[in-house]
Each structure stands twice: as structure tokens, then as C-alpha cells.
């Protein structure tokens, strides 16, 4: 089997009836960026309107023979599902789906474990790959069958007669469970060290971007802190939390920048990220950053705001960036304080339209983060005098 075919898959998506034509459209494309993300090319889309995902298989029987003649007729051994299967789910579609050569075995992703699998490969400090593989391990644990090849098991010398198959699942839960022990382990080692450092900095003005996947974020970052953070085209570019000193008009303050959220992230991922996203619960203030471009944003912004009610972060100020503004129609004929009315109605008081790639309205930016950033800070030290000679310097 080459490794052209290994990466080629098929998207599946169960939709109600009455979801919009867009709204599929939008939500597989972004199914399809994120396999894009884990390096696997999609072919085609299947889509079947049900009231609810087949209890049993997902999908009804009518749609799983259109698939398996499609991936037979095409050398397509991937599956992409654009929902979280149930145990049963995934070991009952991959009884109907697996050929009789066992050799050809159908490799099967729910929405969940692709999101997890493009973390742990992004991670890179010590806390977020220890919080990625406890959450894939977690997730993993009640859906193993023996056709599960995402664990790449390299086994030798074990038979295939009398449920051996099934002594290796056991064999393989003994071994997960263990390593979920070790890593809440490790994860509370690495959270007693980020308490102590986070003490440190209980006497700074913490600000904290947030905001869907994929918005900005990063090169926002870079912009305020004049940093280098990695900035791609991507989902999920930046899974580790950075954080930055940053001083405007002689103000210091904290800046960090951490993981993007997404539609239907997975629950034992924000589970495990919540020690990363003290960053934001701890936070005195929020940049809220989203893509106003993008013709769901107002879905990216209802999802960014549910998520951070789950984890806590819901009494901080927060100001709301809208960017990407260079990529609007026409968008310097834009009457944008009409816009801004928009989401001051929906609870958001300060409201700043911008474009990162170009810079344009950067300083309107940095005015309004600098008189919150002010009024947070007097509330720390009330007798500091502001100097009259306004400097804006940034360090590490």
C-alpha cells in the first residue's frame, strides 16, 4: 500500500433535515482543513439528512453500501466523520466497512480523535503533550475493537486463535489505563510548577487572546509584542500557550496567546487544557479575535463564547477584535461604527475593527487596550504616576 492512498479519505456528515445547504458546505470545509492540517487529502463528501445519526452505524445501510463500493472502486481506506462515534458506533461501522482482505484494514476518524491526533502533533512543550495524550488515551480507552489500528500497535508472536484478538484489547486497556495514571501524574507535577510561576505574576495586568481557530491570533501577537510567534494558515497553529511582557506607554503588562477553539472540540481535550487556559481564566483582560471575513463568524464567536463560559471565563473585561477586514468587499467604504452597534447590543462594549496583515486601525487597537490595560493597572497601584512623556518600548 503506498503512501498516496494511505492519505486519501472520504468525509462523512449526518445533517438534519432542516440544516442550511451553507451550513453543511461551511462545516465540511472545515472538516476538510483540518484532515488538510494532518496531512490527508479528501476525495468526496458524504452527506445523509436524518433526524438523528443512526444509533447504530451513523449512517443508515443504503448510504455504508454507497460508501464501501466508492472507497473499493477508488483505493481509499480512510474515513472521516464529521461527528463523535460511539463505541459501538465505530465497531459496528467497521464490521460493515472492512474488506474481507484483512490486510486492507478501513482506518476510521471521528471529528474528536482528528482534532486530538493534529494536537499531539503541534504540541511542543512538556504540559501540552502530556495534556494531548491524556486526552487521546482517555477518548481512546472504551473505543477500542480489534480493528482499531490508530494505537499502531507493533506486536509480534501473538496468534489469532481463540480470542486472542480480544486478550489483546484487554492487554491494550491495562496498558492505556496505566499510562493515563502516569501522565495525571506528570500533569500534576507540570500544574504545581505553572501555579508557582502564575503567582508571580498575580502583580502584572494579564491579557489573554482568545478566539475561534485560525483567526489571527498569533500575528496579533506578534504585532502588539513584536514577537515571533509561529503564525500559519492553519488549524490549530498554535496549541502551546505563549506568553509575552509587553510595555505601551510605559505600562507593563503580560500578553499570552494560547490555544484557538473550535465547533465541537472535544470535552476531554478541554479537560485537560484547563490548566493551560488559567491563562485566560486568570486573566484580567480579553482580546476576543475574530475572523469578521468569514461568513460564519457570528457561529465562531456564539462557539468561542460558550467555551470559555465551560471552563470559567466569563466576568473579565473583554474587548472584541474584529479582524481580517482587508479581506471584506470594498471594505474601506465601510461605515464600521454601524457595525460596531451590531455587537455592543449583544453585550460587548468595546469594539475594535482591524486587519493584521495590513495594520490598518493597529493604533486605534493599541489605544483601546492601553486605556484598559491603564485603569487595570492604577486598580493595582494606585499611587504610581503615569510619566507625561509617553514611550512605547516592548520586551521579553
Do not use: C
Request: proline share 3%.
Amino acid at each position: 500500500m503506498n503512501d498516496v492512498v494511505q492519505k486519501l479519505a472520504i468525509v462523512v456528515a449526518v445533517t438534519v433535515p432542516q440544516t442550511r445547504p451553507e451550513e453543511i458546505e461551511e462545516h465540511l470545509s472545515e472538516l476538510e482543513f483540518l484532515a488538510e492540517t494532518a496531512d490527508i487529502q479528501t476525495s468526496k463528501r458524504f452527506i445523509q439528512k436524518l433526524p438523528a445519526p443512526d444509533g447504530r452505524t451513523y449512517v443508515g445501510s443504503g448510504k455504508i453500501r454507497e460508501i464501501k463500493d466508492y472507497m473499493a472502486g477508488h483505493g481509499i481506506n480512510t474515513i472521516i466523520v464529521d461527528d463523535d462515534l460511539t463505541p459501538s458506533q465505530l465497531k459496528n461501522l467497521e464490521k460493515e466497512l472492512n474488506p474481507s482482505d484483512k490486510e486492507a484494514r478501513i482506518t476510521i476518524y471521528d471529528r474528536s480523535l482528528l482534532i486530538l491526533d493534529i494536537f499531539l502533533r503541534r504540541a511542543q512543550t512538556a504540559q501540552a503533550r502530556t495534556q494531548v495524550e491524556m486526552a487521546r488515551n482517555q477518548y481512546l480507552l472504551p473505543r477500542l475493537t480489534r480493528m482499531w489500528t490508530h494505537l499502531e500497535r507493533q506486536r509480534g508472536g501473538t496468534g489469532t486463535r481463540g480470542g486472542a484478538g480480544e486478550k489483546e484489547i484487554e492487554t491494550d486497556r491495562r496498558t492505556i489505563r496505566r499510562q493515563i495514571t502516569l501522565l495525571k501524574e506528570d500533569l500534576d507535577r507540570i500544574d504545581r510548577q505553572r501555579q508557582t510561576q502564575r503567582k508571580g505574576r498575580q502583580s502584572s495586568v494579564r491579557v489573554s487572546l482568545v478566539g475561534y481557530t485560525n483567526v489571527g491570533k498569533s500575528t496579533l501577537m506578534n504585532l502588539l509584542s513584536k514577537s515571533q510567534v509561529k503564525a500559519e494558515n492553519k488549524l490549530f497553529a498554535t496549541v502551546d500557550s505563549t506568553v509575552r511582557k509587553v510595555v505601551l506607554n510605559n505600562i507593563p503588562f503580560l500578553l499570552s496567546d494560547t490555544v484557538g477553539f473550535i465547533r465541537k472540540l472535544p470535552h476531554h481535550l478541554i479537560e485537560s487544557f484547563k490548566s493551560t487556559l488559567d491563562e485566560v481564566r486568570e486573566a484580567d483582560i480579553l482580546l476576543h479575535v475574530v475572523d469578521i471575513a468569514h461568513p460564519f463568524h457570528d457561529n465562531h464567536l456564539d462557539v468561542v463564547t460558550s467555551t470559555l463560559t465551560e471552563i470559567g471565563a466569563v466576568n473579565q473585561r473583554t474587548i472584541l477584535v474584529l479582524n481580517k477586514i482587508d479581506m471584506l468587499d470594498n471594505y474601506r467604504e465601510i461605515d464600521f461604527t454601524q457595525w460596531a452597534g451590531r455587537y455592543r447590543e449583544r453585550g460587548f462594549d468595546q469594539v475594535v475593527f482591524v486587519s493584521a496583515q495590513t495594520r490598518e486601525h493597529m493604533e486605534e487597537l493599541r489605544a483601546v487596550l492601553f486605556a484598559e490595560v491603564k485603569q487595570r493597572y492604577m486598580q493595582i497601584y494606585p499611587n504610581y504616576v503615569l510619566p507625561t512623556d509617553y514611550t512605547e518600548e516592548v520586551g521579553e
